[in-house]
C-alpha cells in the first residue's frame, strides 16, 4: 500500500495512475485545496478536470483498479493522519500536500502564513505519524531545486550534499555538509524548512527519506492521464500557479503576448511531467534502507534561459515576446548546472523540449483556448512593495 498525500494535484494524480497501473495499491489523502484556491483566484485548470471521485470512478470503469480517498487536511488533522498509517500500514508515503507556487506565497501576508502553516506543519504532522506509527515507512517528498538559489557559483551543483575543505588548527580537512539553503520565495523557503526536519528526523528516528528536488514542471498529460478525457491532468496558466514554459505555450495560443520577466536572462531547470512521474516511481522501486541519510536527488532534466524559450516558442508559434518588469526579486542574469545522476542511475529516460511533446501541449491549449481567462494571464503578485505590477510590457524597448 501506498499513501499519497496530495494525490489530486498537478504532480499527485498522474503519480497516483501511474502507480495503480503498475500494481500498486494506492490511496489519496487530498484536501482539495487547489481546487478550493481556484475559487478564491477566479481561474480554473485550462484543461476540464474532473471531480476527484468522477476521476477515480473513470479509471475503476476503464481497468477495474481501485483507488481510494479521504478528504482532510494533514497540516491540521494529526490524529486522523495517524490512524489510517496505522490502519494501511503503508511501505511508502508520497509526500506532495504542500502549496506549490512561488507567487501565491508572496501575494500577501495572508498568503506567506498560510504557505508556512500548512506545508511545514504537513510535514511535521507526516514525519511525526510515521514515528508514532512504529512503521519502517519509507517517506519520499517532493522538494525543489530552488532550494539551492540560482545565483552563478560555477559549478555543477550537486545532489543535496556539498565536499567542502576547511581549516583545522592549520591543518585542512574535507567534510561534507548539507548544500546551503538559499530560497528565492516563501514557498522555496518551507521547502528549506523541510530539509533541516528530514535531516532531524533521519538522524534521531531513523525515518527513512528521499527529497526529490524537482525542477520546473512542463507539459500536461502522461501516459495514463491520455488514456481518457475523464483522468485529463491540470493545466495552469496564471500569474500565480501558472509555470513558465506552459504559461509560454498557452499564450502562444490565444494571441497574447510571450510574458518575459526582466531581461528573461534567468535559467531554471526543467522536467517533463512524464518525467516527474516516473523519478518518484524510481524512488519508491529504490528506497534508501535503515541508516542511510536523506536521499537526496535533482529531479531535473535540462536547464534553459527563459529568453532562450521564449525565442524558441515564438519561432514556432509566430508569437510576439514581451518583456515585463519582474514581479521577483531574482538575479536578472545567472548560469545553472546540475548533477542528476542518482536518478539517470536508477535508469530515468529524460524526455528533452525536443522530443516532440511541445506540440503536444501546443494542440491542448488550443483545444481549450476557450478557458482562459485572458485577464489571468498577468501575475499580480509582487515580491515587495516598491515593485508595480506591469501590466503592458515592452516590445523592442517600447511600453
Ligand atoms: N517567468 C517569466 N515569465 C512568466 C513566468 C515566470 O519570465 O510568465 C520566470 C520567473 O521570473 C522565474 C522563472 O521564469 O525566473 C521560473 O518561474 P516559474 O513560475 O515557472 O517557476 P517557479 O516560481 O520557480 O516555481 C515552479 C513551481 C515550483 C517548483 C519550482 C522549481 O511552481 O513548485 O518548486 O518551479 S524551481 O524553479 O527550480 O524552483
Known amino acids: 500500500m501506498i499513501l499519497i498525500l496530495g494525490g489530486d494535484g498537478f504532480v499527485g494524480w498522474p503519480t497516483a495512475l501511474r502507480l495503480s497501473r503498475f500494481g500498486y495499491d494506492v490511496a489519496i489523502i487530498d484536501n482539495l485545496s487547489r481546487r478550493i484556491i481556484d475559487i478564491e483566484l477566479e481561474c480554473d485548470s485550462l484543461t476540464p478536470i474532473q471531480s476527484i471521485g468522477k476521476r477515480i470512478e473513470a479509471w475503476k470503469n476503464i481497468n477495474g483498479k481501485k483507488i481510494s480517498y479521504h478528504n482532510f487536511d494533514i497540516s491540521d488533522n494529526y490524529h486522523r493522519l495517524l490512524t489510517l498509517i496505522k490502519e494501511y500500514e503503508p511501505h511508502t508515503i508520497i509526500h506532495l500536500a504542500e502549496q506549490r507556487a512561488a507567487p501565491y506565497s508572496m501575494k500577501s501576508s495572508y498568503h506567506k502564513r498560510y504557505t508556512i502553516q500548512n506545508n511545514t506543519m504537513a510535514t511535521n504532522n507526516v514525519l511525526c505519524a510515521i514515528v508514532e506509527s512504529g512503521l519502517d515507512i519509507h517517506l519520499v517528498?517532493?522538494?525543489t531545486t530552488g532550494y539551492y538559489g540560482y545565483s552563478d557559483v560555477g559549478m555543477t551543483i550537486p545532489e543535496g550534499y556539498l565536499p567542502v575543505k576547511v581549516d583545522i588548527d592549520g591543518e585542512t580537512k574535507e567534510i561534507e555538509i548539507m548544500y546551503p539553503p538559499n530560497p528565492?520565495?516563501?514557498?522555496h523557503m518551507t521547502k528549506c524548512q523541510d530539509a533541516i526536519s528530514f535531516l532531524y528526523f533521519n538522524k534521531n528516528d531513523g525515518v527513512r527519506i528521499t527529497d526529490l528536488h524537482q525542477g520546473i514542471v512542463w507539459g500536461t498529460q502522461t501516459e495514463e492521464t491520455r488514456i481518457d478525457e475523464r483522468l485529463i491532468n491540470r493545466f495552469d496558466y496564471d500569474g500565480d500557479y501558472g509555470t513558465v514554459l506552459n504559461r509560454f505555450l498557452m499564450q502562444s495560443q490565444v494571441n497574447h503576448p510571450l510574458t518575459v520577466y526582466g531581461t528573461g536572462g534567468q535559467t531554471r531547470a526543467f522536467i517533463h511531467i512524464q518525467n516527474s512521474v516516473e523519478c518518484i516511481e524510481l524512488a519508491v522501486k529504490n528506497p534508501p534502507v535503515k541508516g542511510d541519510r536523506v536521499r537526496i536527488f535533482n529531479q531535473t532534466t535540462e536547464c534553459f534561459n527563459i529568453n532562450d524559450i521564449a525565442k524558441k516558442i515564438s519561432k514556432i508559434t509566430g508569437a510576439k515576446i514581451g518583456y515585463y518588469d519582474n514581479?521577483?526579486?531574482?538575479?536578472?542574469?545567472?548560469?545553472?548546472?546540475?548533477s542528476n545522476y542518482g536518478l539517470l542511475n536508477l535508469g530515468l529516460k529524460p524526455i528533452t523540449l525536443d522530443n516532440g511533446l511541445l506540440e503536444e501541449v501546443i494542440k491542448i491549449a488550443k483545444?481549450?483556448?476557450?478557458?482562459?481567462?485572458?485577464d489571468k494571464i498577468i501575475c499580480t503578485s509582487i515580491w515587495d512593495r516598491n515593485k508595480k505590477i506591469d501590466y503592458k510590457g515592452n516590445y523592442d524597448g517600447k511600453k
Not at 483545444?367 to 485572458?374: A, F, M, T, V
Open 141 to 143: 517528498h517532493l522538494g
Open 184 to 187: 528565492g520565495s516563501i514557498y
Open 327 to 338: 514581479p521577483r526579486n531574482e538575479d536578472l542574469k545567472n548560469d545553472l548546472k546540475f
Open 367 to 374: 483545444k481549450y483556448e476557450n478557458r482562459c481567462i485572458k
